[in-house]
């Protein structure tokens, strides 16, 4: 069965934009959660969707946000890109809510400039 | 949240010779996962083992719950073994480990 698809896989923005990633989880998966990592900073969550509802909130400012929709995908967006931003996005694919075991896209490389 | 630690941060090996990597963790979890990253960013999925031993191939992990660490071995390793390994735990959302890069030369 296929695994999950990020897109677009890499991505070059101007200070000041937005932008919108998207992960298709696994079929019958219904959670879906993000991560930045960066080299300064590591692996960090910033949330977690199940259901269509934010279940689970990291440590990141309002300008990041997510939504899930009725067949499962989400999308993650960013406001007013700063260049700190510039990270590796990945979503992560969960058959249940919180702590089930995790699968991993192949990630969105996000460059700020 | 809960704190991740990974050791070593850096590993060297001769191609053929066996490494242990250790993951300790400050809290009870309900999951404890191992990934190698790929050189492209993906997280590969090693290990979801919040206890006990589990084993595949030339990879096995230990995961000892109420001491609050778990341990990666590598076996015969192979040139593709290289990258980073990283350990995640978690209650609800997984916290990473900063990861073992792991080197092995031919």
């Known amino acids: ?113 | 949240g809960i704190q991740v630690e990974q050791s070593p941060p850096d590993l060297i090996l001769q191609e053929g010779a066996n490494s242990t990597l250790r993951c300790n963790f400050s809290d009870s979890v309900n999951n404890l996962q191992w990934f190698h990253q790929n050189p492209w960013g993906q997280l590969i999925n090693l290990f979801y083992i919040p206890s006990g031993t589990k084993q595949n191939g030339r990879l096995s992990a230990t995961t000892v719950a109420t001491e609050r660490y778990s341990l990666l071995y590598i076996s015969s390793s192979q040139t593709t073994d290289s990258g980073v390994y990283f350990c995640a735990a978690a209650t609800h959302n997984l916290f990473f480990g900063t990861g073992t890069r792991l080197t092995v030369i031919p």
């Open chain 1, 1 to 113: 069965k296929a695994g999950v698809t990020q897109t677009p896989r890499y991505l070059i923005k101007t200070r000041g934009q937005q932008v919108t990633l998207s992960c298709s989880p696994i079929s019958g998966h219904r959670s879906v959660s993000w991560y930045q990592q960066t080299p300064g900073q590591g692996l960090q969550f910033l949330f977690e969707y199940f259901s269509e509802t934010q279940r689970n909130k990291g440590n990141f400012p309002g300008r990041f946000s997510g939504r899930q929709f009725s067949n499962s995908r989400s999308e993650m967006n960013v406001s007013t890109l700063e260049l700190g931003d510039s990270a590796l996005y990945l979503c992560a694919s969960s058959f249940g809510q919180g702590a089930r075991e995790a699968f991993f896209g192949q990630g969105t490389r996000l460059t700020v400039v």
